[in-house]
């Protein structure tokens, strides 16, 4: 199998190929499992740290039309399209995020459908889609209101995508994700950033400032589970996606109290009393427009997966990331 992973030094992309390189084979799209013998993780910052004669790391612009030319070609099998820019800096620069989450989709897209190959491509949209008035419990066929340029971007996609799809240009899945949490490493530049600095900075003994209020409810997935997801994404037959190719994933739907409540059970009252709350209302805005509960009941009965304890997820990430509180 020939994979292209986008967005590869990211969070989930480099997670995804280091999963992807440990599970050795993938399912072609004529449903026979084959071995993976090449992964070309794409991004614009460099892939490193990956030391397998299966992965050729290139660097680039998505937005650029000749590198994309050379991203793929007839023997790609695969794509995992999650190069993206993230939600508050999408809102920030119209233009980049227009460019970088939509232009740059929809010209990937028009690659594999002047190919004519009609491979997998699995890509990663988000509960930025929805907004407005929303149910407690959100159905799968809730109308789509995005409050944000992300969420627009994400929505564009999930519709060409899926007519993509119709037409047998490409054998799409596009995953709605929830919040991904904790993520490892340094705040980033999206709305939701604080799910994971709330748990990560005070386990490393660092304060962390909390921008929404404490009954705020999210929609959450660990990592572990996200890569579970996004492999499973691809793995499902085109057959069984007879109610569509953009799914919502199952999550944890979690308040920040909880979250927090749970990093004083999981680490003790000293850790959680380093969250101070502050509110930030360009953050509070966008993520107060994102449902905080699904049915999913279309991706649960594909066999898409959730996570139910919030202390396990905080689990997880003590046990690869060990505190650093010097
Ligand atoms: N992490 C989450 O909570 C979450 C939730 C829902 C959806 N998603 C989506 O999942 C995908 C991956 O998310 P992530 O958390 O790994 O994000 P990330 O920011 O860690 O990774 C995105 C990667 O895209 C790369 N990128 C940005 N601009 C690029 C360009 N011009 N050319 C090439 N590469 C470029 C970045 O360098 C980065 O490595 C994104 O599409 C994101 O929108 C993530």
Not at 282 to 310: C, M, N, Q
Request: charged residues 20%.
């Amino acid at each position: 199998m020939n994979i292209l992973v986008t967005g590869a030094a990211g969070f989930l992309g480099r997670r995804l190929i280091e999963a992807l390189l440990q599970r050795g084979t993938l399912t072609d799209r004529q449903g026979t499992e084959r071995p993976i013998s090449r992964i070309v993780g794409f991004d614009v910052v460099p892939l490193s740290g990956i030391d397998d004669g299966r992965v050729q790391a290139v660097c680039g612009d998505i937005a650029d039309p000749q590198v994309l030319e050379g991203l793929i070609d007839t023997r790609t099998d695969s794509i995992f399209h999650l190069a993206a820019v993230v939600s508050s800096q999408a809102e920030q620069d119209f233009e980049l995020g227009m460019r970088i989450n939509f232009s740059a989709t929809q010209a990937l897209l028009e690659r594999v459908r002047a190919l004519g190959t009609c491979p997998r491509w699995v890509m990663t949209s988000s509960v930025a889609v929805f907004g407005g008035r929303l149910p407690a419990q959100v159905e799968d066929g809730q109308v789509w209101a995005p409050q944000s340029s992300y969420g627009t971007q994400k929505a564009m996609n999930d519709l060409l995508l899926a007519d993509y799809s119709r037409r047998g240009f490409v054998d799409g899945r596009s995953l709605r994700m929830p919040t991904i949490v904790v993520r490892p490493g340094k705040p980033n530049r999206a709305a939701s950033s604080f799910a994971s600095g709330i748990i990560r900075e005070p386990l490393n003994g660092q304060d962390s400032v909390c921008p929404v209020p404490l009954d705020t409810r999210l929609w959450l997935m660990s990592p572990m589970q996200a890569i579970n997801n996004l492999i499973l994404g691809h793995e499902l037959p085109g057959a069984r996606l007879n109610e569509g190719r953009v799914i919502n994933l199952p999550g944890l739907s979690i308040t920040v109290a909880e979250m927090i409540d749970a990093l004083r059970r999981t680490a003790g009252d000293e850790v959680a009393g380093r969250i101070r709350l502050e509110s930030d209302p360009a953050i509070e805005r966008i993520v107060a427009s994102w449902p905080g509960s699904f049915t999913a009941r279309y991706a649960k009965s594909l066999g898409f997966t959730a996570d139910h304890d919030f202390a396990d997820v905080i689990g997880q990430f003590i046990a690869e990331y060990p505190p650093q509180t010097d």
